[in-house]
């Protein structure tokens, strides 16, 4: 679904643009020039609010504040990252690279991963090369209803882990993007199922909520507000120990989880990298390799 909209919006863009340029340029270069500024303009408005509002909304938070240069720079790649994953992984690159469930099983730990909001399993194509050439077998998984309830996603994760399960002989590691993160959560809920998983890592998921969640109109995204009952229910539901089990990434730049402490479950391990933005931290190679290597642990 996503893929499909993701093309819809990307093509509806080309066209508009090509339109746009077939009717100005004729009339003068300057006004062609103007409709692609004007469009780079609204581009970076969008990007860019929601990098002001985090920087003003963490001023209170906890976590070591961003430099102005932190948050531009981490703006500039964003807009890098956003481009080439909403613009060519999700719609266009999504089924390229299949999951890989080896016949034998490889002695290394297999992995799940999901996404987040308003993403799809072309998220991870960087990860899979790197997860199949260390052994471990991997499921990506496509989280839908696309606006649906969290709570919806609980039996597409727990195939994805019986599947991983079934080709290694070994709890899998869930590593979760943003929304993907209270997805694994609402598994564990559901399916009580603190002993199918080897652990959780997170990166970027509101786990407190984001005070971006006021905006939204959709279940999912009505659940990932600030302190929501739904996300209030669930910490309510969950035993002590379970915090245990994760790992999360956080930044002080992350432009749709803030304030930044909130991507911090309690209890659990925290990795706090500064200047990361939220796209941004699912595809820095230095985030995929630590991660990567605790997916190797045997503890």
């Given at each position: 679904m996503i893929a499909r909209m993701q093309s819809l919006a990307l093509v509806s863009l080309v066209l508009a643009l090509a339109a746009w340029w077939a009717w100005a340029l004729p009339q003068r270069l300057g006004l062609a020039l103007a409709g692609m500024v004007v469009f780079v303009c609204w581009y970076a408005l969008g990007l860019g609010l929601p990098f002001v509002l985090m920087h003003a909304v963490n001023r209170a938070d906890a976590a070591p504040r961003a430099t102005l240069a932190q948050v531009l720079r981490a703006a500039g790649a964003e807009a890098r990252c956003a481009a080439v994953v909403f613009g060519w992984r999700q719609p266009l690159r999504s089924a390229s690279v299949p999951d890989w469930l080896p016949d034998a099983p490889t002695g290394q730990r297999g992995v799940v991963l999901v996404h987040g909001f308003l993403c799809n399993r072309g998220l991870w194509l960087p990860w899979m090369p790197l997860l199949r050439a260390r052994g471990h077998?991997?499921?990506?998984?496509?989280?839908?209803?696309?606006?649906?309830?969290?709570?919806?996603?609980?039996?597409?994760?727990?195939?994805?882990?019986?599947?991983?399960?079934?080709?290694?002989?070994?709890?899998?590691?869930?590593?979760?993007?943003?929304?993907?993160?209270?997805?694994?959560?609402?598994?564990?809920?559901?399916?009580?199922?603190?002993?199918?998983?080897?652990?959780?890592?997170?990166?970027?998921?509101?786990?407190?909520?984001?005070?971006?969640?006021?905006?939204?109109?959709?279940?999912?995204?009505?659940?990932?507000?600030?302190?929501?009952?739904?996300?209030?229910?669930?910490?309510?539901?969950?035993?002590?120990?379970?915090?245990?089990?994760?790992?999360?990434?956080?930044?002080?730049?992350?432009?749709?989880?803030?304030?930044?402490?909130?991507?911090?479950?309690?209890?659990?391990?925290?990795?706090?990298?500064?200047?990361?933005?939220?796209?941004?931290?699912?595809?820095?190679?230095?985030v995929m390799a630590e991660c990567l290597d605790e997916v190797a642990k045997a503890d």
């Open positions: 077998a991997y499921v990506a998984v496509d989280l839908e209803p696309v606006f649906g309830s969290i709570d919806a996603y609980v039996a597409t994760v727990d195939e994805a882990v019986r599947r991983v399960t079934q080709a290694t002989g070994l709890p899998p590691v869930i590593v979760a993007h943003s929304m993907g993160g209270l997805a694994a959560r609402a598994w564990l809920r559901a399916c009580a199922a603190d002993a199918r998983v080897h652990r959780v890592i997170t990166l970027g998921t509101p786990h407190g909520g984001t005070w971006l969640g006021c905006w939204s109109h959709a279940t999912n995204g009505r659940q990932m507000q600030l302190a929501s009952p739904w996300l209030q229910q669930l910490q309510l539901d969950e035993p002590i120990t379970r915090a245990r089990l994760f790992t999360c990434w956080y930044s002080n730049c992350d432009n749709i989880v803030f304030p930044a402490r909130t991507a911090a479950l309690p209890g659990a391990r925290q990795r706090f990298v500064a200047g990361l933005a939220h796209v941004e931290m699912a595809c820095d190679a230095q």
